[in-house]
Nanobody, 126 residues
Framework: QVQLVESGGGLVQAGGSLRLSCVAS????????MGWFRQAPGKERETVAA????????YYSDFVKGRFTIFRDNAKNSVYLQMNSVQPDEAAVYYC???????????????????WGQGTQVTVSS
């Protein structure tokens, strides 16, 4: 049974930093491309960042470029999202997701991903 478990969410001040973690089990982690997504109330789920199996390729949405960093540790079955200069409108539930992929391919659309975590809430105080 595949499980993705996110952690690290919480309350952060505007302009502050937060690191999200996602630990995967029940799959061969190194065979999966990973992504981070977010969904705010009343809004569609949107892509934040994504990374290929071997970390050779990454993708960032325009609104997080230069502030967020996605990285993974295949030995720990984990993917991370370092969030810096977090803005109030970035409060949302953040999800990690996984899909089988070719080694150097990064996938960016939510509907491309097979497995999803339950999400972790990020709240931003202004």
């Amino acid at each position: 049974q595949v499980q993705l478990v996110e952690s690290g969410g919480g309350l952060v001040q505007a302009g502050g930093s937060l690191r999200l973690s996602c630990v995967a089990s029940g799959l061969t982690f190194g065979s999966y491309a990973m992504g981070w997504f977010r969904q705010a109330p009343g809004k569609e789920r949107e892509t934040v960042a994504a990374i290929s199996r071997r970390s050779t390729s990454t993708y960032y949405s325009d609104f997080v470029k230069g502030r967020f960093t996605i990285f993974r540790d295949n030995a720990k079955n984990s993917v991370y999202l370092q969030m810096n200069s977090v803005q109030p409108d970035e409060a949302a539930v953040y999800y990690c997701a996984a899909r089988l992929a070719s080694p150097n391919v990064v996938h960016t659309r939510p509907n491309e991903f097979t497995y999803w975590g339950q999400g972790t809430q990020v709240t931003v105080s202004s």
